[in-house]
């Protein structure tokens, strides 16, 4: 079983700040995805990233993908009080016959004015 | 809306009743996923279906649960004798899985369960 381990898990920050949320584990995934999720909804996709080394960008969102593929980062420029949430990372192990997506722990953020 | 539905959201049942919740995907994609989550955790794999085949359990997936998907398309989650640690909130996410670009999971809202 791949432990996905998130940190930090709790953040309050002001409007305007910068952030970084890390995603770590000791195994190897084919791909890792990131999700926002709200109270009561599902978790809602960011960004896949599939190569090592990888940065995607969605606004003020930077996503890597570590070139190892065991790790990644989530960094958010200016953050503003709708960026609230639970932040999740989740890492696909991709067998050719078999896949399934384990979670991180999550990293709850909240932005204040 | 073309996304991933779930029905109920939310169910409330006394201990030892039975529940079903139901599960369309998006409708290009051949797999299929049921997750749990409780507060403050991420969620937790249960299941997943290729197409009509359950390819894969998770050891939280007693012997109370059951999931089907008999034409390879919509699916349900089934408890029987509901207990109270059931309470949670029941995920379902489908894909469609290609080797070069990843096998990026969309998710539904979600089906509340509360079990007393």
């Known amino acids: 079983t791949q432990l996905l381990e998130q940190s930090p898990q709790f953040l309050s920050i002001q409007e305007g700040e910068n952030l970084t949320v890390y995603c770590n584990s000791s195994?190897?995934?084919?791909?890792l995805q990131w999700y926002r999720q709200e109270p009561g909804e599902g978790p809602v996709l960011l960004v896949t990233v599939v190569t090592g080394g990888e940065v995607k960008k969605l606004k003020r969102l930077t996503f890597q993908f570590g070139d190892a593929r065991k790790d990644s980062s989530l960094h958010i420029t200016a953050a503003q009080p709708g960026d609230t949430g639970l932040y999740l990372c989740?890492?696909?192990?991709?067998?050719?016959?078999?896949?399934?997506?384990?979670f991180g722990t999550g990293t709850r953020l909240q932005v204040t004015l | 809306d073309t996304g991933v539905s779930q029905d109920p959201r939310h169910k409330i049942t006394k201990r030892g009743q039975n529940v079903t919740f139901r599960c369309d995907p998006i409708s290009e994609h051949n797999r299929l996923y049921w997750y749990r989550q409780t507060l403050g955790q991420g969620p937790e794999f249960l299941t997943y279906?290729?197409?009509?085949?359950?390819?894969?359990k998770s050891r939280l997936l007693s012997d109370r649960f059951s999931a089907e998907r008999p034409k390879g398309s919509f699916s349900t989650l089934e408890i029987q004798r509901t207990e109270q640690g059931d309470s949670a909130m029941y995920l379902c996410?489908?894909?469609?899985?290609?080797?070069?670009?990843?096998?990026?999971?969309?998710f539904g809202e979600g089906s509340w369960l509360t079990v007393v």
């Open positions: 195994s190897v995934f084919s791909s």
């Open positions: 989740a890492g696909d192990v991709y067998t050719g016959t078999a896949s399934k997506l384990t």
């Open positions: 279906f290729q197409n009509e085949a359950q390819l894969e």
């Open positions: 996410a489908s894909s469609l899985s290609k080797v070069m670009t990843g096998n990026t999971i969309y």
